[in-house]
């Protein structure tokens, strides 16, 4: 598991060992391999939220080198069905092919827009790219709303990943 303490608030992210190695097993390892994504769906009490599950890949996807769009008729049902079973859609994941992943000004325009335009009450969404390092250094993980971005990539783990659990 990792698990992040959230600046400003008394709650926590975990994310479980599943999601985690779903994440590293889609990291673009390959010259030619494409980006790939997918959603974040978690339980959500005033002290916890527990990422555990993460979709994707779809075939639908368009999928290229450097950019990945979903196929926007999955997501919706992927929303609706997840809820039915008590999760929450928290944000979305998907891959960059570089050692360190950090988010283009693109993928923060776009999950500040999702937040903006999606029906919740959440604070943030959670965005995470994936890179392809084998190291620590192979997720960003960042919140994001209206305003502001935060990166808890730099912030403080409680437990630290460990990415040689996940192959």
């Not at 009490?45 to 555990?52: H, L, R, S």
Request: aromatic share 10%; glycine share 6%.
């Amino acid at each position: 598991m990792m698990t992040y303490e959230l600046p400003g608030q008394k709650q926590r992210l975990v994310f479980t060992h599943r999601v985690l190695k779903h994440l590293f097993q889609q990291r673009q390892i390959k010259r030619k391999q494409s980006e790939t994504g997918g959603q974040l769906f978690a339980t959500i009490t005033p002290q916890i939220v527990v990422v555990v599950a993460a979709t994707g890949p779809h075939t639908r996807d368009l999928r290229k080198r450097f950019s990945f769009i979903p196929y926007k008729r999955r997501l919706t049902k992927e929303i609706h069905g997840y809820f039915a079973k008590g999760l929450h859609y928290v944000g979305d994941w998907h891959t960059h092919p570089q050692k360190t992943p950090k988010p283009s000004w693109l993928d923060l325009k776009s999950m500040k827009e999702c937040y903006v335009k999606s029906n919740h009450e959440l604070d943030h969404f959670i965005l995470v790219i994936i890179g392809n390092s084998t190291g620590n250094e192979w997720i960003w993980v960042g919140l994001i709303n209206r305003i502001q971005t935060m990166d808890l990539s730099t912030a403080e783990k409680i437990m630290n990943n460990k990415a040689h659990l996940y192959r």
